[in-house]
């Protein structure tokens, strides 16, 4: 099956939009993988501490529960734009070699389902962001350890909207938008 794309465009940079968009998801991703090397280093600090010393670290059970869902939010987005977020081929496959342009729509119309849905938890999550930075929410002990959670908030909001983005980035390169700078 040949190639729907013409040599010129393939060539063509994408436009601003698209290029700071991948941009900041890969500042996130790789925020996610800092996140997760400062995640080993603190755990295993804390079994030489047990082990070594009989002294645990304060808060790491606390700290590895909210960065494991900090660090699903923060690469997420690049795992979508890199194509390996799970889906089903059994359909989408086939009907894109019989009819590709039915096979568009309805990549088009799965990712507008997955922005209503991804919508849905930047709307629902924006007033629990704003309790927890207002009552000054935290995890952990008081006199021993406590970590704020407004941080992972504010990690799923910036995640998810990165994600939101990713998708009608996807819509907009299956149709093929090159940017108002782009006279052709």
């Known amino acids: 099956m040949a190639s729907s794309i013409r040599p010129a465009e393939a060539c063509r940079a994408e436009p601003l939009p698209l290029r700071l968009l991948d941009a900041t998801t890969q500042a996130l991703n790789v925020c996610g993988s800092l996140l997760i090397f400062a995640l080993m280093l603190l755990i295993g600090a804390d079994v030489l501490g047990r ?13 590895v529960t909210l960065s494991i869902v900090a660090i699903v939010f923060l690469q997420i987005p690049q795992a979508l734009r890199a194509g390996r977020m799970t889906r089903a081929e059994a359909v989408i496959r086939p009907l894109s070699e019989r009819a590709p342009g039915l096979a568009r729509l309805v990549e088009t119309v799965f990712d507008l389902a997955a922005i209503a849905v991804v919508g849905a938890i930047v709307i629902s999550t924006w007033p629990i962001f704003v309790r927890a930075v207002e009552r000054g929410e935290f995890v952990g002990a008081v ?25 009608a980035a996807r819509i907009a390169r299956r149709f093929g938008y090159r940017g108002a700078d782009d006279p052709f």
């Open 51 to 63: 082990n070594l010393f009989g002294t645990p670290i304060s808060g790491v059970p606390e700290l």
């Open 143 to 167: 006199g021993d350890f406590t970590a704020p959670v407004w941080p992972v908030k504010a990690m799923i909001l910036i995640g998810a909207t990165t994600l939101a983005l990713q998708f």
